[in-house]
Structure formats: C-alpha cells, structure tokens
C-alpha cells in the first residue's frame, strides 16, 4: 500500500548540487572546477593534461583515435559511473557535447546537416535535445554535483548599440542545462592575475548554512552575490 507522508508544511532543503560556469578561456572556469571535492572531468576541450583532477576524453577514445559514437559513449560513462567513487562530474565543455551529438544525428541519419533531408523540420533538433536532456536527468539521478563548463561569446545589439556576455551554448540547450542548474557563475580576469566569479542566477536565496559540505561552501563563498 501506498505511504503518504504527514499532512504538514516541511522545511525545503535547497543545497544547491548543479553549477553552470561560464567564460572565457583561462578565466579560471576548469580550475575553480577542480576543487569541488573527488572530480572527475569528462573533457572535449583538449586541456584535460593541465588539470589536477582525473580525467576522460569523450572526443577521443583510449586508443587515441576519434570516438565515433559519442553517443554510446556517453552512455557508458553514466552506467559506470555509479561503480566510482566520484562525488562531482566536470563536462567541459557542454557546447562541444552537443555539438558532437549534433554531429553523430546527421551521420547516422545520413545526412551532412542537422536539418537537412530526413532531419528536417526540426525532428534532427528535436532528437538533439532529447540526448542531452536525458544526459541532465540521468547525472541528476545518480545524486553527485555536476559542474557544466561553457565558453564565453558576445552578444550584440546592433539596433541598441549595445553588447553582453553570453554562454557560448546555444540557447535552446542552455534552458535545459540551466534550468535544471541551481547556480550559474560567470567566471572573468582582470589585469594580469586578478580573476573574479559572479553569480548571475541562482535558484534560491542560499545561505553558507545550506551548504553541509565545507568545501562547496569555502568554493561558494569565494562567488560574488553567492550569499547576500
């Protein structure tokens, strides 16, 4: 038979597990990563020999050859990775996943574009979406922190003369992966060696007390708007 749970209001937990960090490069994104307690980096972007923590290649498997189904491979990531003592899952970077996943579609379909031929009218898109949305839920449900790295890109308003810093995944994958994020941190340098964290969005109005592990929270405390 079916539990309900008592018929009273409950205190929320709001520790936040899911980060999206972007910026531009060596803006400290894959280094301020790095310290989120036992990571593990599942790299596209061909830095992973300069980072302190271990590390997975998804664009290029073990025998140094380009990874045909990136897919696959993925999903084989997900499935071992319960088996690892791993706490915090770095992809960096989100774009170029979905842009390998973009790639495999097309070739699989037969087709050189995403929206070309069979995959037109937006069904190549469509199935798109659906893998990364799928990525997200199932890191979501395996209960480790997940930190998505993205570049930094400049968006312009030539009407309004004006110009912002934007995530260099397109929109309509960022609104999954962010939206299923409980902080977005924008990451900039100044200068020769001053670097800065902002935080831009944020699920809720987070307090060091909400954050139980004293690394994530040391991490957090060093984000500009983090707790205020």
Request: with cysteine.
């Amino acid at each position: 038979m079916f539990a309900f749970p008592e018929d009273k209001p409950r205190k929320p937990k709001i520790e936040p597990h899911y980060f999206f960090i972007y910026g531009k490069p060596m803006t400290g994104k894959t280094f301020f990563a790095s310290y989120f307690p036992h990571s593990f980096d599942l790299n596209t972007d061909n830095n992973a020999e300069q980072s302190r923590i271990p590390y997975k290649s998804l664009l290029i498997g073990e025998d140094g050859k380009p990874v045909k189904d990136v897919i696959g491979r993925i999903d084989d990531f997900i499935k071992a990775l319960s088996e690892t003592t791993f706490q915090t899952i770095v992809i960096d970077t989100i774009e170029d996943l979905a842009s390998a996943v973009e790639k495999q579609v097309a070739e699989d379909a037969g087709e050189k574009f995403i929206g070309d031929g069979r995959l037109a009218y937006g069904k190549g898109s469509s199935m798109v979406k659906t893998i990364i949305e799928n990525l997200v839920l199932e890191l979501k449900a395996l209960k480790v922190n997940v930190v998505w790295l993205s570049r930094e890109e400049t968006k312009t308003d030539i009407a309004a003369g004006t110009s912002e810093p934007v995530p260099a995944l397109k929109p309509k994958f960022y609104n999954i992966v962010a939206g299923n994020c409980d902080v977005v941190i924008h990451t900039q340098k100044f200068g020769k060696d001053t670097y800065t964290r902002t935080v831009e969005n944020k699920r809720a109005k987070y307090k060091p007390d909400d954050i139980t592990d004293p690394k994530i929270r040391q991490l957090l405390e060093s984000c500009d708007g983090m707790f205020d």
